[in-house]
């Protein structure tokens, strides 16, 4: 689960729910890889974003392996602790209940480490090249954790909603340049809208460190709706 008060408050009582109605055992793991806040109105420290998508990958993977619970949740705590994310929007989102912008946000500003629900980020700063905007979401992932050495990361550019892939690509280009300048090896690669906030224009990247069992988990094939490779 995301680390905002209600996800937590949420899984939480379901969890009690299951193991009270159905005796089936529930191990929580908090994702909070968001590298932009240590604590705001929304959650009690650092929320959960990017790495959430790549928990569900390699933890389902190790479930398909048929590890017991406690193994499952080993994987996603070390993923989550491993990995580090920031974002930005150009755009609010317009939540269908209030019909309106969450945040207002001038066409020649961009709003640096927003988070998946619409939440405003940290500051603004003027609109800037693709070049630029990567290096202020790159440079706190890196500040925050040492990427360098082992067996490589996993570089993950994400869509917020309503940014189109070849923005996204060319992003992932900008993330790419940066992260060999810094000496840290790009092993696997994601680029696509997996976590995204309604109709928010923006993007977030993702880092995270691999070892040689994440690899694995990582290329282990997988048929889903957002992603499918390897059958």
Known sequence: ????????????????????????EVVSVVTDDDVAVQDSLYTAGRRGVGVTVLVEKLAGAAAEEG??????????????????????????????A?????????????EIGIGIHGEPGRRRVPLVPAAQVAELLVEPILTD???????????????????????????????????????????RSLVGPYITSLDMAGCSVT?????DELLRLWDAPVRTPGLRWGI
Do not use: Q
């Not at 209030?98 to 961009?110: K, Q, S, Y």
């Not at 060319?170 to 992260?179: C, D, P, Q, R, S």
């Not at 880092?207 to 070892?211: A, H, I, R, T, V």
């Open 1 to 24: 689960m995301k680390n905002y008060t209600g996800d937590v408050m949420n899984f939480e009582m379901a969890a009690e729910m299951a193991a009270a109605d159905t005796g089936v």
């Open 67 to 96: 590890r017991n619970l406690a193994d499952v949740a080993e994987v996603a705590k070390r993923v989550n602790g491993n990995g580090r994310s920031m974002g930005m929007a150009l755009t609010s989102c317009v939540v269908p």
């Open 98 to 110: 209030a019909g309106r912008p969450t945040f207002d946000l001038p066409e020649n500003e961009i």
């Open 145 to 187: 954790l040492d990427f360098k050495g082992g067996d490589g990361v996993l570089a993950f550019v994400n869509g917020m909603g309503a940014t189109p892939m070849l923005e996204l690509y060319l992003m992932y280009n900008e993330v790419a340049k940066i992260l060999d300048k810094a000496g840290v090896t790009v092993v």
């Open 207 to 211: 880092l995270l460190k691999l070892d």
